[in-house]
């Protein structure tokens, strides 16, 4: 299995980014995918995942402002970020739940990408 992130870069408050995950070595529709972050000295913490049948679920913080989708034809993930602020800067992580339902909490999570850094400036 291995999960290779993409799309992170520096923006301004207020702008936009698209994220990439691409996955290999697993039947990739058939498991939840989550995106996490983790900003320095602090815990890795979940912002959006999506289930196998398509369900989405958004940390709060990020509600109305991030779209997770997927394409499984292309075994890629997306997250989509808009209105960006300084308090989203982390390094960001797509991760493979443990089935096809997603939960939030990381040891439901099996395998991860090495990340890909965001950071929005003020």
């Known amino acids: 299995v291995q999960l290779v992130e993409s799309g992170g870069g520096s923006v301004q408050a207020e702008g936009s980014l698209t994220l990439s995950c691409a996955a290999s070595g697993y039947i990739y529709s058939t498991y939840c995918m989550g995106w996490f972050r983790q900003a320095p000295g602090k815990e890795r913490e979940w912002v959006a995942s999506?289930?196998?049948?398509?369900?989405?679920g958004y940390k709060d913080s990020v509600k109305g402002r991030f779209t997770i989708s997927k394409d499984n034809a292309k075994n890629t993930l997306y997250l989509q970020m808009s209105s960006l602020k300084p308090e989203d800067t982390a390094m960001y992580y797509c991760a493979r739940g443990r089935s096809n339902y997603c939960y939030v909490t990381l040891n439901t999570y099996d395998y991860w990408g090495q990340g890909t850094q965001v950071t929005v400036s003020s």
């Open positions: 999506i289930s196998a049948y398509g369900t989405s």
